[in-house]
């Protein structure tokens, strides 16, 4: 049969038959269901596979049903399983309850999660992430980063963990430190903890002091801590006052009634004094002293 396509030889590729052999009609696409005799109300498959598409049109093969256990709302999503499974950002949670037929969620392909307030608002989240490309971070907020850490670690993605952690490490100051603590001991995270009383540490005059630096205020960061956290405050802000006070670039204050200088440890003046009194923060009568416990 005469296809209308010429074999020739001995031509280089920019002769003028090889020119027109590449320009030849090859026709149109015509694979559309519609134009095949299908319903044209049926659906196509899309474009990109997702988990937020409509689960026919996507042929999803699993849906997970999250429910928040404050506000017990729940929300369902259908994903496909060779992505939260067996992709390049998959979970080895699903993993594994994928590659038993034992479970009773094998049998009706449905998966029903409880997790905490944050947690589910953040689920969506590790989803987007599991079907992004590898060269795309997580869409994370500092109100969403310590449970998406908390999702990394329940349902086995490392890669999201690594991501958030990098979030993290960019985001946590001392304007947020309160926030990063709340998430941090709902979901008993010891690393977080320990960096956000690192951070309150050397950020203890934001932390703690009025702005006019003449009294202690109630902090929302202090008000979380236990009585030994705080104590881990004070003992990282004192060190940190001591090295200010060894540097070479220390600027002693300047007062109108010069006071003797002291390095505040014990019952001296103008340092910090911790009292017996736990979760007690007050000055004591000694003029520029901070008494705290």
Known sequence: ???????????????EQDIME???DLGSYDGD????????????????????????????????VVTSNESKKTKTYHVHKCVVGAGPRSSQYFFKLFSTSQMEE??????????????????????????????????VKTETAVALRHLANYF??????????????????RFNVHIYL??????????????TIAIAGKSWRHLLLSVDGTKIRESPYMKLLSSEEQVDVMKLALLDK??????????FPVSPNPQPFHTGMNNEPNGFVFSNQPNAFSFSNQPNAYNMS
């Not at 086995?156 to 946590?172: C, Y």
């Not at 008993?188 to 960096?195: E, G, L, P, T, V």
């Not at 001591?242 to 600027?251: H, L, M, W």
Request: with cysteine.
């Open 1 to 15: 049969m005469d296809w209308g396509i010429t074999k020739t030889k001995g031509f280089s590729k920019n002769t």
């Open 106 to 139: 094998c049998q009706t392909c449905t998966s029903k999660l409880d997790l905490e307030e944050n947690a589910a608002v953040a689920f969506p989240r590790m989803l987007d992430f599991m079907y992004a490309s590898k060269e795309v971070e997580v869409q």
């Open 242 to 251: 001591a090295k200010q006070i060894t540097s070479p670039n220390f600027d």
């Open 33 to 64: 269901v519609a134009n095949n005799g299908g319903d044209k109300g049926e659906k196509l498959p899309p474009k990109e596979l997702t988990w937020n598409r409509d689960p026919i049109a996507s042929l999803s093969d699993w849906t997970i």
């Open 156 to 173: 086995g993605v490392p890669t999201l963990f690594e991501s958030a952690k990098k979030f993290i490490r960019q985001d946590i100051d």
């Open 22 to 24: 590449r320009t030849i």
């Open 182 to 195: 709340k998430e941090a001991q709902q979901y008993h995270d010891q690393s977080i903890i320990k960096a």
